[in-house]
């Protein structure tokens, strides 16, 4: 039975400890809050135990679960390595570069699990294409919200777009060559929205559009590659795969049109989305690679590099002057 403790139960915090009492093998011990209102009113419904110091919780558990503000990721997460104990910390990794670089390092040498909570790559929409070859050399992102308070310690990049920069960094295998951006600062004292071109060393190029003041929410994600279209709705959990028709392609709409080189037949699909709860895919996988010892899927080392490209962004904004 892997022992679980949980800091943070606020917004987000309380969705994983719905998903944590569902799934087997797990024993919630307790949580950390220094909310008094909201860890009387969660201790009270969920029956579990509050615990006021920090170290003792670490130490009755096997593993931690980070939800707390981006500004104290690091200060726990230290703790929580230097006991030797397994981390689900929720994105981004840390609050600036130099605090990422030191717990990576902590982490590799603690030889511990740690996985970093970037939820979309446990998104059925995008786990229905697990099967399918992807090479994209042109990707186009949207993802927009209504404006919350919540989150918004960090800039959008870091709130909203690191979700598509670890997706992206995870399919492009090469190393970025050029990055333009601008942001605005709306509501807040960071970029509120922003638009980014990111060019890769295979030649790769996306753009990126991601904003917090929105008036409709948005979260799409289209792939170009050789001979075939993706769009990913991660939203409203759809896929569709456009390409040119196989002999094996079975089950699939299809059409002809008429192409500079000849007729082409051109095939259309839509993958089965599985009814699944990506919070609680993502927990799972993370028992799941403690218990088996199995390879994260989404390890410190991802979260690293989505964080690094999210400040690259940040710093061309602030140095070329940007922001708005």
């Known amino acids: 039975?892997?022992?679980?403790?949980i800091f943070g139960v606020g917004h987000l915090g309380k969705f994983h400890l719905n998903n944590w009492k569902e799934i087997e093998g797990v024993k919630i011990i307790g949580f950390f809050d220094p909310n008094n209102e909201n860890a009387k009113e969660v201790a009270a419904s969920y029956n579990i135990k509050r615990y006021l110091d920090e170290d003792k919780l670490i130490d009755a558990c096997d593993a931690i679960d980070v939800v707390v503000p981006t500004d104290w990721h690091y200060e726990i997460c230290m703790k929580v390595v230097r006991k030797g104990k397994h981390i689900f910390v929720e994105k981004p990794l840390c609050n600036t570069i130099a605090e990422a670089k030191t717990l990576v390092n902590m982490v590799r040498e603690a030889n511990i699990k740690m996985q970093v909570g970037h939820v979309e790559r446990f998104n059925p929409a995008y786990l229905a294409l697990k099967n399918l070859p992807l090479n994209p050399m042109f990707i186009e992102v949207h993802r927009l919200a209504q404006f919350n308070p919540r989150g918004t310690e960090v800039s959008v990049i870091l709130d909203l777009m690191i979700h598509d920069l670890d997706i992206i960094l995870s399919l492009v295998k090469s190393d970025v060559k050029n990055i333009s951006a601008n942001g605005v600062a709306v509501m807040t004292d960071t970029p509120d929205i922003a638009n980014v071109r990111i060019e890769f060393n295979n030649g790769c190029v996306a753009n990126l559009t991601s904003s917090r003041i929105s008036m409709k929410k948005m979260r799409k994600m289209r792939l170009f590659q050789k001979d075939s279209y993706i769009g990913?709705?991660?939203?409203?959990?759809?896929?569709?795969?456009?390409?040119?028709?196989?002999?094996e392609d079975k089950n699939v709409f299809s059409f002809d049109v008429d192409t500079p080189k000849g007729k082409k037949t051109i095939a259309v699909a839509n993958p089965?989305?599985?009814?699944a709860n990506a919070i609680k895919l993502e927990l799972e996988s993370f028992v799941d690679s403690i218990i088996h010892n199995k390879s994260i899927v989404v390890n410190e080392i991802d979260g690293f590099l989505a964080m690094e490209v999210a400040h690259q962004i940040l710093n061309k904004i602030n140095n070329t002057g940007a922001l708005m």
């Open 1 to 5: 039975m892997l022992k679980v403790g």
């Open 232 to 247: 990913i709705d991660f939203l409203n959990k759809k896929t569709e795969i456009i390409k040119l028709k196989q002999a």
């Open 272 to 275: 089965e989305i599985a009814d």
